[in-house]
Antibody, heavy 118, light 111 residues
Framework: QLQLQESGPGLVKPSETLSLTCTVSGGSISSSSYYWGWIRQPPGKGLEWIGT???????YYNPSLKSQVTISVDMSKNQFSLTVTSVTARDTAMYYCVPDVGATAAYWGPGTLVTVSS | QLVVTQSPSASASLGASVKLTCIVSSGHSRYAIAWHQKQPEKGPRYLMK???????FKGDGIPDRFSGSTSGAEHYLTISSLQSEDEADYYC?????????FGGGTKLTVL
């Protein structure tokens, strides 16, 4: 069964870069069956799609975040990653990595909380 | 522009049924949508995908009490025999040309 696990620092200083990694188990990140995505939820707010990536490097980003985020894939480690530059308090959120199956998140992991604070 | 609209809140009594609505913006009404549940202090859970013809495909382990339907640009999540654990936020989500859009979510209160 496909499982995803987020990892990364829980605290990032304002103006710095947030980096998260998602490790995929139970399946190959190079599978043609999936895209791989990131979604976040700020405290007290709704779900916000960040972007998705295919194993060949094809990416789609939320237009409102496009200038700030990069998603990449490392097939050798069966991982994909998220980078958010120049973070502010608005980037404080639970971050979830998900498999994109048919343009939706077929599974959700536990997520990881990232707080932006000095 | 692709926009997904949900009512902010809904309520229904224990054991009753409730129908949550998701409206996809004009010109995109034939897009499939997905429903996700977010219970307090838990991660989100995928419920189902609803196609434009009204057919729906549920995630693993989703009870029969949950069903989906469609009428034009309006998509519905119906929960019957409401239980206390159904009290949660419910999000509708669609995708257009690779870009996902979530609705603002509906907070369901079970009375």
């Amino acid at each position: 069964q496909l499982q995803l696990q987020e990892s990364g620092p829980g605290l990032v200083k304002p103006s710095e870069t947030l980096s998260l990694t998602c490790t995929v188990s139970g399946g190959s990140i190079s599978s043609s069956s999936y895209y791989w995505g990131w979604i976040r939820q700020p405290p007290g707010k709704g779900l916000e799609w960040i972007g998705t990536i295919y194993y060949d490097g094809t990416t789609y980003y939320n237009p409102s975040l496009k200038s700030q985020v990069t998603i990449s894939v490392d097939m050798s480690k069966n991982q994909f990653s998220l980078t958010v530059t120049s973070v502010t308090a608005r980037d404080t959120a639970m971050y979830y990595c998900v498999p994109d199956v048919g343009a939706t998140a077929a599974y959700w992991g536990p997520g990881t909380l990232v707080t932006v604070s000095s | 522009q692709l926009v997904v609209t949900q009512s902010p809140s809904a309520s229904a009594s224990l054991g009753a049924s409730v129908k949550l609505t998701c409206i996809v913006s004009s010109g995109h009404s034939r897009y499939a949508i997905a429903w996700h549940q977010k219970q307090p202090e838990k991660g989100p859970r995928y419920l189902m995908k609803v196609n434009s013809d009204g057919s729906y495909f549920k995630g693993d382990g989703i009870p029969d009490r949950f069903s989906g339907s469609t009428s034009g640009a309006e998509h519905y999540l119906t929960i019957s025999s409401l239980q206390s654990e159904d009290e949660a936020d419910y999000y509708c989500q669609t995708c257009g040309t690779g870009v996902w859009v979530f609705g603002g979510g509906t907070k369901l209160t079970v009375l």
